[in-house]
């Protein structure tokens, strides 16, 4: 310890001599005699923010510095220069390595990132803050001040103060831990709320009079983060809301009006999420300039490839089991069987992966800890503009009209020549290739998967149960009701209990209203 | 009327009936076939006890291996395992093709039935487990100190076997009363017992709901402190089990054709007219539910000695909707159908699954479709339509 504090007496001496460019006497010091006097040079170098210094350290990292007698040399691409002086110079035979233990690799590489905390580079400050995060010291404050001083960026800049305020709130002395707590109080950041609550475990903190103040700074944080939480709920909430209302709008019409439960759903689902794939699969080989267009030609694809396989489900199998729920509900589960088998069959049994297009990935900062993925926004956007399509199909066009009259009066709409069986093919591709767009969406947040549609079946079922049948209006209230629900009680009591309480939740509420939210009213309820 | 198209005709006919035969041919079924003791059905039942009880156990123990008339230990497992599922079908039969009311949760009661028993199990391993604790390994792995207190009476073996009918009857009670009490039906009580069973599902997941986790019980030693895996042991459970099932065939018979029976084929067939003669269905719905939840459970613990492993996939819904499929198969509304179904269901799986792996679920749900299109009386009512074509 005694030539350490020495060597810090020596090396400050030095320093005041030469502040601006690594003296002879520096590097004599960061690179020759104990590992401990070494590691004090370096800091004090690292300290002075010196711009010679990087390609040092660098150096020394790289294993390129050799010494001979009280000369150091770095040897680059064959070349010795005189560390001090940057001259080319012979390099002497007797010269011998510096050899580096792990513990002076870190000290080095902690001297590295503190300096380049200095960088004209913006993306390497922000490595840098990044790095100096975990350990810290009070050591690196001058350095960190110096920065903070004369960082630009608002966004690094506050990130300084954090590490900043990091570094004090940890130091030895009270009053200064004091400042730190309170000036902390202002704080926007989430980061920040971590680092006081970190203070404030048992063995942190002891002084009462910080740890009051501590605790006052968190509930300041907490009441200014509190809205951003509240925001971030009800946008996760909105976000499942619109993935279940997407599910279930395919299912409100092909049980919801037509009253066939479809169990294959979901995989009606899984099959425009593998569309999808095969789309961008198409897309990478033979148009990888745009790819990042793949979804707008997957959208319509997905839709094709699960309306027909719908149709031809309606054709060949749920045709012949009109009025008969519980055998439509074996029957179509089986076809969900085989529909699973048979992607296991051709793609594998394992997930594929479906990339989302550059302008999907990302997403805007609302509030300091408020992020909304642009994929997410995307979903809900969509979800909203086939809600519309389908309202507006079902309200106004010759279809729509068929589908209602066919629903509500069967053989009165078969003696205005309706053709009751084509309706029903087509409705029901319909409502099947609506399931296909939600698996075009789910590719976009999940994994895709031939177990993809089994993990939203009981969901898209609770939600159309209760919206209430033949309702659109109940589904959609239904689904963001669900979604918001299951968000809400996800953050108090964790997922899987938040599920099964909104599951619990869905079996009370049908005991009170069996025909769901919004009951059909008139003779039609009775059916 | 008759402007209507046929097919719009026949199909809006189909619409308004029922899924099940009308009321009429059911009652002409019941005068057809009244219920005897005598004669086949006695013989029947002996035969099938005397299989049981006398000739596989000897089969199994005393033919020596290599004989060709030995039964191996893997075919005495095969069929203890199916015949507990044939109990389950049973159930469903019960609940399905006599009441009318399709469940998709029963493999709920069935789990909790078999958990019932495995916790027994998990005790009876005592210090013998990998941790050498009191406590079962699980726990231990946990850092659990104590039991929970669900697993109060798991060490008496009298308990546990109150446990495995009062838990999915209670269960059963409690979930039916408010279901069949809100006048919840047809589709719509399907799905929420698929909910419930997805729900409990996903508890028994939870590793702090102390039901082992994803893992459940396993590894059991010994039952009543015999060692369970012993030859002896596995054919007595095997025999226990058969006489189970032959026990329940008799009671179904007995039930179905008494009043209470009768009460709940009208209810299948038209339920708003036996409520306006004056019956309360939902005492009658909600007795069957119980004991078909009672007997589903009872399968359950039968199966998880025997078996060696109870785990919450055993409530998954794709599992529940499975004991659907092999009644349905078999052939609904009649008593050996189920276990007709049970059987050649779990047959062909477990043939398929070593034979051709990746074309099971092909099989099965090429199974679903074929039985709901052509045959929705099932092998049973195809074998009847052919002695009835032969007598004709």
């Known amino acids: 310890m005694h030539l350490r504090a020495l060597t810090v007496v020596l090396v400050t001496w030095l320093l005041a001599a030469n502040a601006h460019a690594l003296t002879a006497e520096q590097v004599r010091a960061m690179a020759i005699g104990e590992n401990d006097a070494r590691a004090a040079a370096i800091g004090l170098v690292a300290a002075s923010g010196d711009d010679k210094a990087p390609a040092f350290f660098q150096a020394l990292l790289d294993d390129a510095v050799k010494t001979a007698g009280d000369k150091v040399f770095v040897v680059r691409d064959g070349k010795a220069l005189d560390a001090a002086s940057g001259a080319v110079v012979m390099l002497p035979d007797n010269a011998e390595d510096v050899v580096n233990s792990n513990r002076m690799r870190r000290e080095i590489e902690g001297a590295l990132a503190s300096l380049k905390l200095l960088s004209t580079d913006a993306n390497q400050r922000a490595a840098a803050i990044k790095e100096l995060h975990d ?146 699969n198409i897309f990478k080989a033979h148009l990888p300039g ?77 509030m300091s800890n408020l992020t909304l993925p642009f994929n997410r926004i995307a979903i809900i956007v969509f979800a909203v503009l086939v809600l519309a399509s389908l309202a507006f199909m079902v309200a106004r066009t010759r279809l729509g009209l068929f589908v209602r009259g066919v629903t509500q009066n069967r053989p009165m709409a078969a003696c205005m020549g309706v053709n009751t069986a084509k309706v029903d093919t087509y409705a029901f591709a319909l409502g099947s290739g609506i399931a296909g767009l939600a698996g075009c969406a789910l590719s976009q947040v999940g994994n895709v ?30 689904a963001l009701g669900l979604g918001i629900l299951n968000k809400l009680l996800e953050g108090w009591t964790g997922a899987v209990l938040a599920k099964i309480m909104v599951l619990v939740f869905i079996v009370v509420f049908i005991q009170k209203r069996p025909q769901g939210l919004f009951a059909m009213k008139g003779r039609s309820a009775e059916a | ?44 039942a002996l035969s099938a006890l005397l299989l049981i009880a006398v000739i596989a156990p000897i089969l199994n123990l005393a033919v020596p291996q290599g004989s060709a008339l030995h039964l191996s230990d893997y075919a005495v497992a095969l069929i203890a395992k199916i015949m507990c599922y044939a109990i389950c079908a049973l159930a469903m039969d019960l609940i399905w093709g006599y009441t009318g009311i399709l469940s998709l949760g029963h493999g709920v009661f069935f789990a909790l039935g078999g958990y019932a028993m495995g916790m027994y199990l998990m005790r009876q391993i005592g210090r013998d487990g990998n941790y050498q604790s009191d406590l079962p390994d699980f726990m231990v ?132 007219r036996v409520m306006f003669t004056g019956y309360d269905p939902l005492r009658y719905k909600l007795t069957i539910w119980v004991i078909s939840a009672v007997m589903c459970g009872i399968a359950g613990a ?66 679903f479709i074929a039985v709901t299109l052509f045959l929705p009386q099932g092998i049973i009512g195809l074998v009847k339509r052919r002695k009835k074509e032969e007598r004709a």
């Open chain 1, 135 to 280: 350990g810290v010291d009070e050591s690196k404050l001058p350095l960190i001040e110096k920065a903070y001083a004369i960082e630009s960026d608002a966004k690094l800049k506050s990130e300084l103060g954090l590490l900043r305020a990091g570094v004090l709130i940890s130091s030895a002395d009270k009053t200064k831990r004091l400042e730190a707590a309170k000036s902390l109080a202002d704080s926007h950041e989430p980061a920040t709320k971590t680092l006081l609550l970190d203070r404030l475990k048992p063995d942190a903190e002891t002084e009462p009079e910080v740890r009051a103040q501590l605790e006052l700074s968190v509930s300041a944080i907490q009441s200014r983060l509190a809205w951003g939480e509240r925001l971030g709920v009800v946008f996760t909430g909105a976000s499942l809301g619109s993935i279940l209302l997407l599910v279930a709008l395919g299912l409100a019409i092909t049980y919801g009006l037509m009253g066939v439960i479809n169990m294959a759903h979901g995989e009606l689902m899984m099959i425009g999420a593998y569309a999808t794939y095969v789309v961008q």
């Open chain 1, 290 to 366: 745009l790819f990042d267009y793949y979804i707008v030609a997957a959208i319509p694809a997905a839709f094709l490839a699960s309306a027909l396989v719908g149709a031809a489900m309606e054709r060949s199998v749920i045709r012949f089991l009109y009025g008969r729920p519980l055998e439509t509900l074996l029957a179509t589960w089986g076809i969900s069987l085989v529909l699973m088998q048979g992607v296991r069959s051709i793609f594998g049994a394992q997930n594929v992966q479906v990339e989302n297009p550059r302008w999907l990935s990302g997403g805007v900062q609302a």
């Open chain 1, 449 to 478: 998967g031939p177990d993809l549609g089994q993990g939203y079946i009981v969901d898209s079922f609770m939600v159309v149960v209760l919206g209430g049948v033949g309702q659109l209006a109940g589904t959609v209230y239904a």
């Open chain 2, 1 to 44: 009327m008759s402007a209507l198209p046929e097919t719009t005709l026949s199909r809006e006919r189909e619409r308004e009936q029922p899924a099940n035969p009308p009321m009429a041919s059911s009652l002409a079924r019941w005068r057809e076939r009244p219920f005897d003791t005598s004669g086949g059905v006695r013989v029947i």
């Open chain 2, 141 to 272: 792995f946990l850092d659990w100190k104590a039991l929970p207190w669900h697993w109060a009476f798991s060490d008496s073996f009298v308990a546990t076997l109150a446990l495995i009918v009062l838990v999915p009857g209670l269960l059963a009670f409690v979930f039916g009363f408010f279901a069949f009490r809100s006048r919840i039906k047809g589709v719509y009580f399907s799905i929420i017992t698929q909910a419930m069973t997805f729900a409990t599902m996903l508890l028994f997941f939870r590793n702090e709901t102390g039901f082992g986790g994803n893992n459940g019980f396993t590894d059991f030693k010994r039952i009543l402190g015999i060692a369970i895996a012993r030859p002896s042991t596995r054919m007595l459970l095997f025999v226990i089990t058969g006489c189970t099932l032959l026990g329940f065939f008799l009671f179904a018979r007995w039930l179905v054709a008494s009043k209470f029976g009768r009460v709940l084929q009208a209810i299948r067939d038209a339920e708003s």
């Open chain 2, 302 to 367: 039968l199966y998880v000695p025997q078996v060696g492993i109870i785990n919450p996939s055993e409530m998954s819904p794709a599992a529940s909707i499975e004991i659907a499929i092999w009644t349905a198969v078999g052939g609904r509304a009649s008593l050996i159908g189920p276990i007709v179904g049970a059987f050649f269901v779990n047959g062909a799986k477990s043939w398929f699954t070593q034979a051709f792996p990746e074309f099971w679920l092909y099989f099965l749900g090429a199974l």
